[in-house]
């Protein structure tokens, strides 16, 4: 009887590419920065459902937040995903494991990322990102075969539907209540937790443009760019200046009109300035990777105690994500501490900062005790749970 090879178990902390972890790392004081401002409550709506801010400290930093984070972090973790994708389909094949036995498993990874996303939601944020990367975890196992320019022509394609939809979801100023997310000012928990749960499902409507991120980390898995940023220096340098510029200019109208130094007046114009910032935040994403790419090769085998903190964040992403939502519920909802009906933009940016680094001394510990993130541990016991061995 022949044997069937057993699956490659996760990738052990030695063997792990810097660049990943680094950027992911990096990245959760964005995904902070963005997900914080929804907390804020009890005040009118503004665009984009920022609350309508009178200091000019509020104000700017809002336009700080708009034009560098908000978009902009989530289809960098998007690109991440997909070539996280790829790299699990490659060590199954390097491992003599079946094409099959492959995609199943990354199939059944999918299927648990989006339960873990439904529990997140329903319990603490609907704004979860997680359940969309499961269905984006599908939609990339039916793509594992398709030609690089297909991949690059499909992401291309979907910058449309991006640009329809978004610039169409994102393009009137409330009229001072929430049009969305109504469960942040909700005091009653119970009733939060139902409308979390509706929130959850029309929230992929918000994000788009993580389709086209992960099909681009998809492409850029397959040759290697992260893990081997050397070699592809000269990509990742122009990827950042051409992204992270795109995505400032582009940016800025929206920003200028949530700080109110700036009011787009007829429907046209907001829908344009709409879906130019949604676009244009997908090469903010992938900016930003390449960025952190470059910091990869500078800090090279030098990896001193900062940087390896900032690498145990982004081992341990899915639990630091997991940790923020616990941290900002406690804090800003009505039902609990309700400091979101009283902190301003800069405010709130600053605990969502101090929550990240708070993120980055708890995941440091763990490194050191040699540990993983408990999210991380139970994700994989659920995807690679196996009647026999994983290989090694």
Known sequence: MSSTPTLAGPVAGRERALAPDLARGLMLALIALANAVPYLHG??????????????????????????VDARAYPMFAALFGYGVVQVLQRQRAAGVPEQDAKRLLRRRSRWLIAFGSVHAVLLFPGDILGLYGVLGFVLVALSRASDRTLLV??????????????AVFMSPSTGGRTFFWSFENPDPLQAMGLRAIEWVVTPLGVLGVGSAALVG???????????????RRLLRSTA????????????????????????????VQWAVSALHSVTGIAGGLGYAALIGLVAIRVGDRRGPVVLALAA???????????????FVALLMPYTLGLGAT??????????????????????????????????????????????????
């Open 43 to 68: 005040r009118p709506y503004g665009v984009r459902q920022h609350i309508v801010e009178d200091g000019v400290l509020d104000r700017v930093v809002s336009v700080v937040e708009v034009a560098l």
């Open 154 to 167: 499909a992401a291309a394609a979907w910058l449309v539907v991006v640009a329809l939809v978004q610039g």
């Open 343 to 392: 902190l301003g933009t800069a405010e709130v940016a600053l605990v969502a900062l101090g929550t990240w680094v708070a993120s980055v001394l708890i995941a440091d510990l763990l490194r050191r005790g040699g540990r993983r993130g408990p999210a991380e541990v139970l994700l994989r016991r659920l995807t690679y749970r196996r009647t026999g061995k994983m290989a090694r």
């Open 313 to 327: 964040v982004g081992e341990r992403s899915l639990s630091c994500y997991l940790f923020q939502s616990v941290v």
């Open 218 to 232: 998809t492409w850029a898995a397959r040759r290697g760019v992260l893990a081997d940023p050397v070699t592809h």
């Open 241 to 268: 200046v051409f992204g992270l510029v795109v995505a400032v200019v582009g940016g800025l109208p929206v920003a200028l009109a949530v700080g109110r130094f700036w009011e787009p007046t007829s429907l046209p």
